[in-house]
């Protein structure tokens, strides 16, 4: 990464994807004017994306099929057309202010809102779920089941089960919610922004794992068992799986 800061002139790289099989796309950050750019790094050089010079971007994802989108605030999502530096993005959602991306299983780019929802493109066709919603999607995962978990800056969890219509609104009250991570062994981990802690699905409730105050961004879970968690304030969390060395 120091590197990659380096050769971009001292921008703070958010994130770098691989593109079209010959460059690199980042998301770069300029600390001095609190902005977001798209670098692609072909043929040993950088270049801004010109296209989105002009727009504020806030965040990059990346298909499994090497699709790359960008989000704009308050105006949708760009998907890049390689090679991207000379190629117009394609604009979708136009108005639209996206808050996060996924992908399902199937193929679906998902993209919460930060009011009235989320979109859900399917390679054809936009469809909405959850267009009642009034606060932020935070994250949007998809389980081992199938079932898609959603979670929300102020109306909780909510969670569908693979083939159905209907969403289950899960710990409504709990506030600023994020999914922190669905481990190998299928586990659901929640963590509150404002309160921390951190809780886990079992399959038919959710189980306190750590009370607060430590806000949980990412866990994983490592071949033996044990979980290792990100915390913004509280560094790395380890918890050994039974018979584990520490």
């Known amino acids: 990464k120091g ?3 380096r050769s971009l002139g001292g921008l703070s790289v958010a994130r770098v994807v691989v593109y079209d099989k010959t460059a690199l796309v980042a998301l770069c950050r300029n600390d001095r004017k609190e902005t977001f750019s798209v670098q692609i790094f072909r043929a040993g050089r950088w270049t801004e ?3 989105l010079a002009d727009q504020k971007i806030s965040n990059l994802f990346q298909k499994r ?6 989000s704009v605030e308050g105006d949708g999502i760009r998907e890049l057309v390689p090679p991207a530096t000379t ?3 394609v604009s979708m959602l136009p108005g639209a ?3 996060t991306f996924s992908e399902d299983s199937a193929g679906a780019l998902w993209c919460g809102l930060s009011a009235n929802g989320i979109r859900v493109w399917d390679g054809t066709t936009w469809t909405t779920q959850l267009p009642k919603l009034k606060s932020a999607v ?8 199938g079932r898609i978990w959603v979670s929300t800056a102020a109306e909780g969890l909510f969670m569908r089960e693979k083939g159905a219509a209907e969403w289950k609104n ?3 009250e709990e506030g600023l919610l994020t999914i922190a991570g669905i481990t190998r062994d299928g586990r659901v981990w929640i963590s509150n922004q404002m309160l921390g802690g951190l809780k886990y699905w079992d399959g038919k409730q959710f189980v306190t794992s750590m009370e607060g105050p430590i806000f949980v ?3 994983i879970q490592t071949q033996d068992g044990s979980y290792v968690a990100g915390s913004p304030i509280g560094g790395v969390l380890y918890l050994p799986a039974k018979g584990a060395a520490k």
């Open 217 to 219: 961004r990412a866990i």
């Open 138 to 145: 935070t994250a949007i995962e998809e389980d081992g089941a």
């Open 49 to 51: 994306v010109q296209a």
């Open 97 to 99: 202010a996206v808050a």
């Open 65 to 70: 099929d090497g699709r790359v989108f960008v």
């Open 3 to 5: 590197t990659l800061e």
């Open 87 to 89: 190629n117009a993005p």
């Open 170 to 172: 899960l710990l409504r």
